[in-house]
């Protein structure tokens, strides 16, 4: 068994998750990181709409 065959994710244990609301349409979400006051949090669907489009 090579050392990537578990996975990267593995290695650090789950991932926690921080309850948010979405800075732009306002619905609770999470987010895999400690919100930081005084920044916007954006759910799945407003950050997707938020990157640049990749070619």
Do not use: L
Not at 7 to 36: I, L, Q, W, Y
């Amino acid at each position: 068994m090579g050392r990537f065959d578990s996975g990267f994710r593995d290695n650090f244990g789950p991932r926690e998750e921080h309850k948010a609301t979405c800075s732009e349409c306002k619905k609770e979400c999470t987010v895999p990181f400690k919100p930081t006051e005084g920044k916007p949090v954006y759910c799945k669907e407003c950050y997707a709409k938020r990157r640049p489009a990749r070619f």
